[in-house]
């Protein structure tokens, strides 16, 4: 462990190992404009329904094609409303090409021009198929007892990604380590920043998993020390 509390990339491998976390869940990215209804899918997200990279034009009835048959109209729904301007946020189930059904977790936010005008929403599509037994998180007590005292911080971090997103505790962490590597900040740092600033996404009328959305693909770029274990 690093003298100021955080976890090095070694001991988030060895924390994922002790936990029992498998092979790197996928994530890819995505973008829509809303003035040309236009949908963006990086290769990952290609993949995950089933589609070689830019093999085919992904639309509104494409996304809606994929959808699990018991979560179609409630993302019907959500799409409808990100075609209108709103956010895009949701955990649900998609179908790849395959017959394969994958959960998913999709994290978005405001896509906004040089004069800080709405033009769209950007974010990530996280693949959450691959879940364990919750018992095989004891492994951590056993094998890892000096990664305890940084996981207090961890664990509120994951428990608010839990309340807002639906997820269980291994999906939460897997959310939280994938921000930590894409945005090169330790795991602790980021979780101490969306710890932070939870208060401001309880009080914002926008809602609590919009306003997450936020916190969470943006909490790398706060300049504020973190208290009690220095700046990143």
Not at 97 to 125: A, K, L, P, Q
Not at 191 to 219: F, K, Q
């Amino acid at each position: 462990m690093t003298n100021d509390g955080d976890l090095s990339t070694d001991e988030v491998v060895e924390l994922e190992r002790a936990i029992g976390v498998g092979s790197p869940q996928e994530i890819g990215s995505f973008r829509f404009w809303f003035a040309t209804k236009r949908w963006e899918w990086s290769a990952e997200v290609a993949r995950l329904h089933g589609y070689e990279p830019d093999a085919v034009e992904p639309t509104t009835e494409l996304l809606l094609s994929h959808k699990h048959p018991e979560d179609r109209d409630r993302l019907e729904a959500m799409i409808t409303s990100v075609e209108d301007g709103g956010p895009f946020s949701s955990r649900h189930r998609i179908i790849d090409t395959g017959g394969r059904v994958h959960e998913v977790m999709v994290v978005s936010d405001r896509m906004t021009d040089d004069n800080g005008d709405v033009i769209g929403t950007w974010g990530y599509y996280v693949d959450l198929t691959d879940t364990l037994a919750e018992c095989r998180r004891e492994t951590l007590d056993d094998t890892l007892p000096q990664l305890v005292e940084a996981r207090d911080v961890i664990e509120q971090a994951k428990g608010a990604l839990m309340l807002a997103y639906g997820i269980n505790a291994e999906q939460a962490f897997r959310v939280l380590k994938w921000r930590s590597q894409d945005t090169n900040t330790k795991l602790r740092t980021l979780a101490v920043r969306v710890i932070t600033g939870l208060p401001t996404v309880a009080r914002d009328e926008i809602g609590l998993r919009t306003r997450l959305d936020h916190l969470l693909l943006t909490a790398h770029e706060s300049n504020e020390p973190v208290a009690g274990h220095g700046s990143r």
